[in-house]
């Protein structure tokens, strides 16, 4: 057993409702700061014991196990300094599963946050990508973010030496990655998952479109690796060549597109659904200076599934946030002003907080292999994922890789009353950021010093790289130190997004401007209740109170200027607060588009890894204007970039402009009122009570209209083939005149299969009541509604209640995401603000997710 898990068992324990009231306090009466740290962070066992109750006990923690590394070095930071540092997420922030993880005796996991895994030229056998799809779901469990790269994947019709005779391509397997993640549970959260493809790739445009079919590829990231070539190609309108292997001179496979219209593809895409995201990578290789020792196992493949961490097969990352809110002193007042002389002092103990934190990954990961050697499983078994973690741990002994970010960007320049987004914001948070690069390396140098350089370390090969250079521009000292004593860590830098760490430090996310000041949310009330006020009733009758949240720092800018918080508000008044604070035209809907990737191309110089942005449009930007901000971002440099145009997926606050009750006729999908003879079908498969199901759904415009459901794969029910996914459900007649149901797929050698009578295939009591269901689907019910009407059946038979289930299941894959689960409460926190994700119900408040 490790040290720490021997000198961390905790004896005092507190129940939920203890935690939740003292945790509640130590945020100052913010009770989802409160849920989500206790849900995600607070330390607990598998039994669900607490031994946490505010965020203090877990600095603590934190900070006993940082001193305990520190002592082994020379200049030692105390258990004091580091709580000084951490305590009440004022400075240095550990994120993610470092919190979660340093001292946690109850859970074998990583400290890591981001992980890649796979070879830059390994196989596409069924072997290799099986392997690739159990080092995925292992790391998962452990708590970690992946991402892998498809281009080594032959593209579909390829030969292959097995009885398919021909490959099937990129896309199936992107499914199978999929599934894989979204069966990893990892405390109340899904596992995270980046599938890249190189554009050179003969499927990229499969791989495009592969999420734009509702259900599929629901558990990952998608993101297109972009070369200059091709942007060029783009920029002259002209063809462009996609090799198999990819960039072969001699390849096995070719294929010229027009590169505009696989760009149009692209940008259609993402203004349509946010995705893919776009990796220039060109830009991405240039700049990264561990490629500068590709050759020795270090040569970038993939990203993490936020795109912030371009990694080589098999390392890893662990990341920490600066929150830069906290260098303003005197913050929303005339003299206000960033304290850059504490900042600098504060990332050179960041950094080496960071390096202590390698020490304590490789504890945790010589504890997992612990784990695997002790488990019962034959060695045959256990041999991938052993050998997965010795890869791990060889990547992070030998290039010890940080990843120090930043939160609070937004509210740091508006308590500097500097606006977001304008010349003077966008110089500004450039001088920032190139301090924090600058401070980050040369705290790696003194700590080389002190400690060693990583082991590969050689300047020769890091002379010409760019990133490098530009250190030596600006800091020639320490350029010439880090010549003599070398550097402790091979990358260091990074902005992710920093979701649940800003409601920890109650600031804007990350680099992002703030996303809305004041905002309402929604509590469901009992109207029958005294003393409570009925703001909005649903189309089902639920009453909901309807009240105003402020943004935690514009709530200090209304205090430092003498505004009563505890007034109730007017809309108009709401509006005129706005104009006359700092966040006035600064709110990620407001922002200057273009100049938030001139913004991100510019701290992109100052950024060995990436960063993680989002550009968020207005509903009506048009697909152009996505095309030109992708380009002007390849021109300025940046990594990789996102678009998120509003409505293009569901979102989840509401926003303060009052809008129109919808009329329940609003709500109804307007279906053909005669069924056409034939529909789209999707085939799901689940399991109930160990017994196999299967149901074929009938869609109209990618929305269920019908669904057929029972048995399948046994003597009682239908046979078809596991790998068949859709096809065609068509109206037919019997001999004698009476109507059928057929569902026809295509097989693998093209040729049509046709199985005949659905309706007579399946139990008929089970037809019964699917009629009943898709009675309801062609009416227009919503999905959820329906979910809620089947779940709400009354029935004895146990063989008809599996069947429910069943069918519950298959159509809850069908509820738009961020739809509100009405009538729901959260098994964990009891909460009852849960929306549909991904078909699961999860909740907005502590993030546990239900599926099933």
């Known amino acids: 057993m490790p040290v720490e898990t021997q000198s961390l068992k905790q004896s005092r324990t507190y129940t939920q409702d203890e935690a939740f009231k003292a945790s509640v306090i130590y945020f100052k009466g913010d009770d989802l700061a409160a849920r989500v740290w206790i849900n995600k962070y607070a330390l607990k066992d598998s039994h669900g014991n607490l031994y946490e109750a505010t965020p203090n006990e877990m600095h603590q923690r934190i900070a006993k196990e940082i001193a305990r590394i520190e002592a082994k070095y020379p200049n030692s930071l105390s258990e004091e300094a580091v709580f000084n540092l951490i305590k009440d997420f004022k400075y240095i922030v550990p994120q993610g599963s470092p919190m979660a993880g340093i001292g946690n005796p109850y859970q074998t996991a990583s400290l890591s946050n ?38 080594h994947i032959r593209p579909k019709g390829s030969p292959v030496k097995n009885s398919a005779l021909t490959s099937t391509g990129i896309v199936p397997f992107m499914e199978r990655y999929s599934n894989s993640t979204r069966e990893v549970a990892q405390d109340g959260r899904r596992g995270a998952l980046m599938l890249s493809v190189s554009i050179n790739h003969p499927d990229s445009e499969d791989f495009i479109d592969a999420k734009l079919e509702q259900g599929k590829v629901t558990g990952a990231n998608v993101s297109v690796r972009i070369d200059d070539a091709f942007m060029k190609a783009v920029k002259s309108d002209s063809d462009y060549t996609q090799t198999y292997p990819i960039f072969s001179k001699n390849p096995k496979y070719s294929k010229t597109v027009h590169a505009t219209d696989v760009w149009k593809k692209i940008i259609h895409n993402a203004w349509k659904s946010a995705e893919p995201g776009i990796l220039f990578w060109d830009t991405i290789i240039n700049e990264s200076v561990p490629d500068c020792y590709a050759d020795l196992g270090y040569k970038t493949v993939s990203t993490n599934p936020c795109g912030e961490i371009p ?235 309807e009240y105003v949240v402020f ?30 604070s700092p966040y006035y035209k600064a709110t990620s809907n407001d922002v200057d588009w273009l100049s938030k990737v001139s913004m991100q191309g ?59 009750e919808e009329k329940p006729q609003d709500i109804l999908t307007a279906f053909p009122t005669k069924r056409p003879e034939v529909l789209e079908a999707d085939v799901v498969r689940f399991q109930n009570s ?15 209209y019908e669904i057929f459901t029972g048995l399948a794969d046994d003597e009682d029910g239908i046979l078809i083939p596991r ?23 295509q097989n693998k050698r093209g040729y049509k299969t046709t199985i005949e009578g659905l309706s007579h295939k399946f139990n008929p009591e089970f037809w019964n009541y699917a009629k009943l269901i898709s009675s309801t689907l062609r009416y227009g019910m919503p999905i959820d509604k329906i979910v809620d009407l089947i779940n709400s059946l009354q029935l004895d038979s146990e063989s008809i209640n599996t069947w429910k289930n069943g069918v519950v299941r298959a159509l809850k ?40």
């Open 723 to 745: 790998w068949v996914v859709n096809g065609l459900i068509i109206k037919s007649r019997n001999d004698d005149g009476s109507s059928r149901y057929d569902f026809q797929y």
């Open 813 to 852: 894959r069908y509820v738009e995401d961020g739809t509100q689960a009405k009538g729901h409460v959260c098994d964990n926190c009891k909460s009852e603000n849960l929306i549909y994700q991904e078909g699961c119900l999860t909740c907005k408040d502590c993030g546990s997710s239900k599926c099933g």
């Open 602 to 660: 510019a701290i992109q110089k100052w950024v060995d890894h990436s960063i993680s942005v989002t550009i968020n449009l207005p509903n009506d930007a048009t697909e152009d204007l996505v095309g030109n901000l992708y380009l002007k971002a390849w021109e300025v440099g940046c990594k990789g970039v996102t678009v998120y145009r509003d409505g293009s997926r569901s979102g989840v606050l509401i926003s303060n402009e009052e809008k129109n």
């Open 690 to 704: 160990k017994e196999k199901w299967i149901a074929f759904i009938g869609l109209i415009d990618d929305k269920p």
């Open 114 to 151: 981001c992980f890649v895994i796979g070879n830059s030229g390994e196989s596409d056998s069924y072997g290799g990508i099986m392997k690739i799809d159990q080092e995925q779901v292992q790391l998962m469990k452990r708590r970690g973010g992946v991402g892998h790269d498809l281009s």
């Open 311 to 545: 990694l080589c097969p098999y390392d890893s990352c662990r990341l920490l946030a600066i929150n830069l809110f906290s260098y303003v002193e005197k913050p929303f007042t005339k003299d206000a002003v960033f304290n850059f002389e504490l900042f600098k002092k504060h990332v050179g103990a960041a950094q080496r907080i960071m390096d202590d934190i390698i020490d304590l990954e490789l504890e945790k990961i010589d504890g997992i292999l612990e784990k695997i050697d002790s488990d019962p499983e034959l060695d045959d078994v256990k041999a991938t994922e052993r050998n997965l973690w010795l890869n791990i741990k060889k990547k992070a002994e030998e290039g010890r890789r940080t990843g120090i970010g930043i939160t609070a960007e937004g509210d740091m320049l508006a308590a500097l009353g500097i606006k977001y987004g304008s010349e003077t914001g966008n110089a500004f948070s450039l001088e920032v950021h190139k301090t924090l690069c600058i401070e980050a390396y040369r705290a790696s140098v003194n700590t080389a010093k002190e400690r060693g350089a990583f082991a590969i370390f050689d300047a020769k090969r890091e002379e010409n790289n760019p990133f490098i250079q530009r250190i030596k521009n600006e800091d020639e000292k320490l350029y010439y130190n880090m010549l003599e004593y070398g550097r402790r860590n091979i990358a260091l830098l990074t902005i992710a997004p920093t979701g649940t760490t800003s409601l920890m430090t109650q600031t804007s996310s990350g680099i992002e401007p703030v996303f809305m000041p004041v905002y309402k949310r929604r509590r469901k009330v009992n109207p029958n209740d005294k003393n409570v006020r009925v703001d909005f009733v649903d189309e089902v009758g639920d009453s909901w109170e």
């Open 551 to 580: 943004h935690h720092r514009f709530k200090q800018w209304m205090e430092v200027n003498g505004i009563d918080v505890s007034k109730k508000f007017t809309q108009e008044e709401l509006d005129g607060l706005i104009k006359k």
